[in-house]
């Protein structure tokens, strides 16, 4: 256990998963064997999603891509790890109903999991950025294979790594966990150039052997490749060696090796600092903007001596007034690749002829800075907008947009706003789509996302119906008592969790922290998002968010009916499913406040909620017009959906307490990877913090890559 994460927050059986794999239709080539594959998790596997084929056709067609393989192998992969693991660390998982509770770590024999590492001093590569994880075997969590690669955000030098790897990353590693794998500076030694800084995302090739990524040089962009190599001795501040070729030399180059190719464009050679490159698996192609708004196109990759596909590439997507690019996602069930603009518009490029549609102005604040989510299996593409230029919001919205993947110019989809805006309004980064629409077949479910973009950060429901369509958004809990930027939102679902399959989204405020253990700074939370499900037997305890983005628990088991219930939209107020059999008790809308403990002679009334002495969360659901407590503390039920007596109060048990982690800055965005079947601990989350922490690894008052485990889901 490496730095202070342990005094940070602890995982519960439930934080992250695996997504259900809800497809009636056998794929052959994604039914995961014994062993496992190799498995790459960057940005781009969170910005490519497939919902449900909608025939065998479709099925076929979609499994030429890699992406869509890997997807069903995370959705299908059961985690089977040790029944004697025991969980040692991290944010703990179920999200508890109505508040957002502080972390108290009880008394433990060794804390596993968990750790924090230096990335330099000032380190931190942005919200909308992502690090990148390789499973070598995704069947076992393999120490000295498996890796996790950050971008540092810094400008490289003989004492600066720009980027840095981490191996030995589980708790049941004998060597140092987790180990320097290998750290470089990527300003190029051989060829001497200005100091190389990184703030975009890596990518990885399939294999793993190789990543691309963005890079600015003194104002001039690039395309990097690197072929890394296992570089014992190299550290964040004093990085190894690294042969600097040309593009030409670059596949037979020995590792660790890098080459590099000059976005150019116009009569400039052209920065970028916000579009990461996207790649192709299938065809060996990259794609990546630049400041001055040209889409540029590689091809070969990592397959060939690598080279930028000449005319009509790069094309400039807006010649009048053009703005630096956001990250591209290349969508080929369309055949297009999708980006949007600083300057707040989107736009479709036909990979093959380069033709450009472009959409209406979509934002007119900080312009669009994440790259879109793509649904290749509807053709639907989800845009971000930090401020719609309208007045429904007393004022500008911030807002999701929805666009079918042929759509015609000047047009803006449908629309969703998400909380107010302002006139300098906080980006509005990614969302995450739940589980719900990712086994859809039709592109219905629900979007999560981080709105308000011109007050305290809040988390939205934005409903998805038939055919990727927006529907209502209902607003759930701020994260931020103050006006500040958000992070990206995750969702993931965990089929292990203790009492059941239970999904949660994760995001971070980077100031101003409403959770108790953020001490009003930045702040990475959890909160629980499991969709209701059709014809599903649940058990007492269980949890689902309903339509209303209430937390409904289930009261009196049974079976739900075929169609969501008529949920009842006060707290404390009971659901009877008309065809089903199962009862909810309603346990209010989530936020992020921290409950007062029970207390001697109070008047508490149905609905109200305290922390137990067991870190449970315990509501009242019963209490006769509002009724008072007893003398003594009564002895807390430990199992969910559990009742006790208190005078004439019953208080049922909401489930554990969850927690926050105390982030600098708050978090880049998160990496989730939960795919190991047996072994040491192979279940965690990746980020890094955007500002320095007090303490990190041995170091301090530096930027932190942080790694938050699971060593056991049961």
Same mark, same amino acid.
């Given at each position: =256990?490496?730095?202070?994460?342990?005094? $940070?927050?602890?995982?519960?059986?439930?934080?992250?998963?695996?997504?259900?794999?809800?497809?009636?239709?056998?794929?052959?080539?994604?039914?995961?064997?014994?062993?496992?594959?190799?498995?790459?998790?960057?940005?781009?596997?969170?910005?490519?999603?497939?919902?449900q084929p909608r025939s065998v056709e479709q099925a076929i067609h979609l499994q030429q891509d890699p992406r869509f393989r890997q997807q069903l192998y995370r959705r299908a992969l059961p985690l089977m790890l040790p029944p004697d693991r025991q969980e040692m660390g991290g944010i703990h998982a179920p999200q508890q109903p109505h508040l957002r509770f502080p972390i108290r770590i009880p008394p433990r024999e060794r804390s596993t999991g968990l750790w924090s590492?230096?990335?330099?001093?000032?380190?931190?590569?942005?919200?909308?950025?992502?690090?990148?994880? $390789?499973?070598?075997?995704? !069947?076992? %969590?393999?120490?000295g294979n498996d890796y996790v690669v950050y971008s540092t955000g810094l400008a490289g030098s003989s004492s600066q790594a720009s980027l840095i790897a981490f191996n030995n990353l589980y708790s049941g590693c004998e060597d140092a966990v987790p180990s320097v794998y290998w750290a470089y500076d990527t300003s190029g030694q051989t060829l001497p150039l200005p100091s190389g800084?990184?703030?975009?995302?890596?990518?990885?090739?399939?294999?793993?052997?190789?990543?691309?990524? %963005?890079?600015?040089?003194?104002?001039?962009?690039?395309?990097?490749?690197?072929?890394?190599? %296992?570089?014992?001795?190299?550290?964040?501040?004093?990085?190894?060696?690294?042969?600097?070729?040309?593009?030409?030399?670059?596949?037979?180059?020995?590792?660790?090796? =890098?080459?590099?190719?000059?976005?150019?464009?116009?009569?400039?050679?052209?920065?970028?600092?916000?579009?990461?490159?996207?790649?192709?698996?299938?065809?060996?192609?990259?794609?990546? !903007?630049?400041?001055?708004?040209?889409?540029h196109r590689f091809s070969p990759v990592f397959? !060939?001596?690598?080279?930028?596909?000449?005319?009509?590439?790069?094309?400039?997507?807006q010649p009048s007034g053009a703005s630096p690019l956001a990250s591209p996602v290349y969508d080929s069930g369309s055949g297009n690749v999708f980006v949007g603009d600083t300057g707040g518009f989107f736009y479709s490029v036909n990979a093959a002829s380069g033709a450009v549609t472009q959409s209406s102005l979509l934002d007119h604040g900080t312009g669009i800075r994440s790259g879109p989510i793509v649904d290749s299996t509807a053709g639907v593409a989800y845009v971000f907008s930090s401020n719609d230029g309208g007045t429904a919001c007393a004022g500008p919205c911030a807002a999701v947009y929805s666009f079918a993947a042929g759509f015609a110019g000047g047009t803006a989809g449908t629309k969703a706003t998400v909380g107010a805006s302002a006139t300098t309004p906080n980006p509005l980064y990614e969302g995450d789509l739940d589980s719900a629409y990712e086994n859809s077949t039709n592109a219905s479910g629900n979007l999560y996302v981080c709105g308000n973009t011109g007050g305290a950060p809040t988390l939205y429901q934005v409903h998805i119906t038939s055919g990727g369509v927006l529907g209502s958004a209902?607003?759930?809990? %701020?994260?931020?008592?103050?006006?500040?930027?958000?992070?990206?939102?995750?969702?993931?679902?965990?089929?292990?969790?203790?009492? !059941?399959?239970?999904?949660?989204?994760?995001?971070?405020?980077?100031?101003?922290?409403?959770?108790?253990?953020?001490?009003?700074?930045?702040?990475? =939370?959890?909160?629980?998002?499991?969709?209701?499900?059709?014809?599903?037997?649940?058990?007492?305890?269980?949890?689902?968010?309903?339509?209303?983005?209430?937390?409904? =628990?289930?009261?009196?088991?049974?079976?739900?009916?075929?169609?969501?219930?008529?949920?009842?939209?006060?707290?404390g107020g009971i659901t009877d499913e008309d065809t089903g059999t199962v009862e909810w008790l309603n346990l209010g809308v989530t936020t992020a406040a921290t409950p007062a403990g029970w207390a001697a002679h109070n008047l508490y009334a149905v609905g109200n909620f305290i922390e137990d002495s067991n870190q449970n969360i315990e509501v009242v659901t019963f209490a006769p017009g509002g009724s008072n407590s007893g003398n003594s503390e009564p002895t807390w039920p430990t199992s969910v959906g559990q009742t006790v007596h208190d005078n004439e109060i019953t208080w049922t048990n909401a489930g554990p307490a969850t927690g926050a982690l105390a982030t600098a800055g708050g978090t880049s965005g998160v990496i989730i990877d939960n795919i190991v079947e047996s072994g040491v601990s192979g279940s965690q989350i990746y980020f890094s913090t955007q500002g320095n922490q007090a303490t990190c690894g041995t170091a301090t008052s530096v930027g932190c890559a942080v790694q938050a485990s699971q060593s056991a889901l049961q």
């Amino acid at each position: =256990m490496n730095g202070n994460a342990a005094r $940070f927050f602890r995982l519960g059986a439930g934080f992250v998963g695996l997504l259900a794999l809800g497809c009636a239709l056998t794929v052959s080539a994604a039914k995961p064997s014994r062993r496992g594959i190799a498995l790459p998790t960057d940005w781009s596997h969170r910005h490519l999603i497939f919902s449900q084929p909608r025939s065998v056709e479709q099925a076929i067609h979609l499994q030429q891509d890699p992406r869509f393989r890997q997807q069903l192998y995370r959705r299908a992969l059961p985690l089977m790890l040790p029944p004697d693991r025991q969980e040692m660390g991290g944010i703990h998982a179920p999200q508890q109903p109505h508040l957002r509770f502080p972390i108290r770590i009880p008394p433990r024999e060794r804390s596993t999991g968990l750790w924090s590492q230096s990335l330099g001093a000032g380190a931190g590569v942005g919200a909308v950025n992502f690090p990148a994880k $390789f499973s070598f075997n995704s !069947g076992v %969590a393999d120490c000295g294979n498996d890796y996790v690669v950050y971008s540092t955000g810094l400008a490289g030098s003989s004492s600066q790594a720009s980027l840095i790897a981490f191996n030995n990353l589980y708790s049941g590693c004998e060597d140092a966990v987790p180990s320097v794998y290998w750290a470089y500076d990527t300003s190029g030694q051989t060829l001497p150039l200005p100091s190389g800084q990184i703030l975009t995302s890596p990518v990885l090739s399939l294999d793993g052997t190789q990543l691309a990524f %963005a890079q600015s040089n003194g104002g001039i962009g690039s395309l990097v490749l690197l072929k890394w190599a %296992a570089s014992p001795g190299g550290t964040v501040d004093a990085p190894g060696d690294l042969t600097t070729v040309l593009p030409a030399e670059y596949l037979t180059c020995t590792a660790p090796c =890098m080459t590099r190719i000059v976005l150019h464009g116009g009569s400039f050679d052209n920065d970028d600092t916000t579009s990461s490159v996207y790649y192709d698996y299938v065809s060996d192609t990259a794609w990546v !903007g630049d400041f001055h708004g040209y889409l540029h196109r590689f091809s070969p990759v990592f397959a !060939g001596p690598p080279a930028e596909v000449g005319v009509p590439w790069p094309i400039q997507l807006q010649p009048s007034g053009a703005s630096p690019l956001a990250s591209p996602v290349y969508d080929s069930g369309s055949g297009n690749v999708f980006v949007g603009d600083t300057g707040g518009f989107f736009y479709s490029v036909n990979a093959a002829s380069g033709a450009v549609t472009q959409s209406s102005l979509l934002d007119h604040g900080t312009g669009i800075r994440s790259g879109p989510i793509v649904d290749s299996t509807a053709g639907v593409a989800y845009v971000f907008s930090s401020n719609d230029g309208g007045t429904a919001c007393a004022g500008p919205c911030a807002a999701v947009y929805s666009f079918a993947a042929g759509f015609a110019g000047g047009t803006a989809g449908t629309k969703a706003t998400v909380g107010a805006s302002a006139t300098t309004p906080n980006p509005l980064y990614e969302g995450d789509l739940d589980s719900a629409y990712e086994n859809s077949t039709n592109a219905s479910g629900n979007l999560y996302v981080c709105g308000n973009t011109g007050g305290a950060p809040t988390l939205y429901q934005v409903h998805i119906t038939s055919g990727g369509v927006l529907g209502s958004a209902v607003a759930g809990p %701020a994260l931020a008592s103050g006006t500040t930027g958000c992070s990206p939102v995750t969702d993931y679902l965990n089929p292990n969790a203790t009492g !059941g399959a239970t999904e949660y989204i994760f995001a971070s405020a980077q100031t101003d922290g409403v959770s108790a253990p953020c001490l009003g700074g930045g702040c990475i =939370m959890n909160f629980k998002s499991t969709p209701w499900q059709a014809s599903t037997a649940y058990t007492v305890g269980q949890e689902v968010v309903d339509s209303h983005f209430q937390v409904q =628990m289930v009261f009196k088991a049974g079976t739900s009916a075929a169609s969501a219930p008529n949920w009842s939209t006060s707290t404390g107020g009971i659901t009877d499913e008309d065809t089903g059999t199962v009862e909810w008790l309603n346990l209010g809308v989530t936020t992020a406040a921290t409950p007062a403990g029970w207390a001697a002679h109070n008047l508490y009334a149905v609905g109200n909620f305290i922390e137990d002495s067991n870190q449970n969360i315990e509501v009242v659901t019963f209490a006769p017009g509002g009724s008072n407590s007893g003398n003594s503390e009564p002895t807390w039920p430990t199992s969910v959906g559990q009742t006790v007596h208190d005078n004439e109060i019953t208080w049922t048990n909401a489930g554990p307490a969850t927690g926050a982690l105390a982030t600098a800055g708050g978090t880049s965005g998160v990496i989730i990877d939960n795919i190991v079947e047996s072994g040491v601990s192979g279940s965690q989350i990746y980020f890094s913090t955007q500002g320095n922490q007090a303490t990190c690894g041995t170091a301090t008052s530096v930027g932190c890559a942080v790694q938050a485990s699971q060593s056991a889901l049961q």
